[in-house]
């Protein structure tokens, strides 16, 4: 019981500090927060997340934001920020208003002992999220850039001079192709077009297409938005919410008690953390 008070009661944590900073039990429980957390963000995105164009039958990319690699990416991301966007505001707090004769280890200690919420969150939340149907996001508007296609089929118009045009081309590039919802009879554009016909190289220059195939694409960014908040759920949003006043609140009392920080100052920090990660979009 005494271990689970430790972990779970900072004020526990406080007093067990007198006799280490217990870092070694922090960075286990950092590891299964961020093992725990991007298990939730992964089995989301690849198994509830359904992302589309707002135009019925464009085929364009979609977000890697699906793919699992990247998932798990962004999982470490969100969570490094945080634990930096806390870790950075409490230090500063201890400087101005506490004793810091022994250094920072135990405040970090304490960042790392108080993403126990994280995993307390990610973990009721995986259920929550397998009961839940799909979440369809809608992409309104995209920017691919350093467009190659290979094989392609196209039908749309020369924005030089409206002319018609219907094209089968073994290799097409284009500097950015952009998409927009707003435009539903030819919502794509490709500008700067260049295309390989035969074994001649010709300048097309910007098209709007009405329709397009191909059988290969590479490009080298992607930027797009949607109608709404991808990656986020009632539940997620609740369990991101809860976890981080818990962080908060769990460093306010240890910073409080071991560094002799007032609780004005700490109240402050805490308010001043929740605002950055709100700013950052991490709330």
């Known amino acids: ?35 725990v957390y991007a298990a939730s963000t992964t089995y989301f995105a690849v198994e509830k997340l359904r992302i ?18 990247e998932a798990v990416f962004v ?17 500063i707090a ?8 022994s250094g920072l280890t135990r405040l970090t200690s304490a960042v790392m002992h108080s993403f126990i919420a994280i995993s307390v969150a990610s973990a009721l939340l995986l259920p929550l999220l397998a009961a839940s149907p799909p979440q369809e996001v809608v992409i309104t508007s995209a920017e691919i850039r350093d ?32 998409y927009n919802a707003s435009n539903q009879l030819q919502p794509i554009e490709l500008r700067s077009v260049t295309a390989r016909v035969s074994d001649r190289i010709e300048s097309l220059g910007d098209i709007y297409i009405e329709k397009i195939s191909w059988e290969r694409i590479e490009f080298s960014g992607y930027e797009y938005r949607t109608q709404q908040d991808m ?20 460093v306010t009392v240890v910073v409080s008690r071991v560094y002799g920080v007032g609780r004005r100052l700490c109240a402050t920090a805490a308010i001043f953390c929740l605002s950055i990660m709100l700013l950052l979009g991490l709330l």
Not at 13 to 27: K, V
Not at 94 to 101: A, T
């Open 1 to 35: 019981m005494g271990l689970l008070a430790e972990i779970f009661d900072p004020r526990a944590l406080a007093r067990a500090m007198e006799g280490g900073a217990r870092i070694r039990r922090g960075l286990l429980i950092l590891l299964l927060a961020a093992a």
């Open 52 to 69: 589309g164009y707002a135009t019925e039958g464009v085929q364009l990319p979609r977000p890697s934001i699906t793919e699992p690699g």
């Open 75 to 91: 999982s470490i991301l969100y969570l490094s920020l945080g634990f930096l966007v806390v870790w950075g505001v409490f230090s």
């Open 94 to 101: 201890v400087y101005l208003g506490g004793s810091v004769g």
């Open 147 to 178: 467009v190659k296609l290979e094989y392609v089929e196209l039908v749309g118009n020369l924005a030089s001079n409206g002319s018609r045009i219907s094209l089968s081309i073994i290799v097409l590039r284009s500097p950015l192709m952009v």
């Open 231 to 250: 990656g986020r759920n009632i539940y997620g949003s609740i369990a991101t919410i809860a976890s981080w006043l818990w962080v908060n609140s769990y």
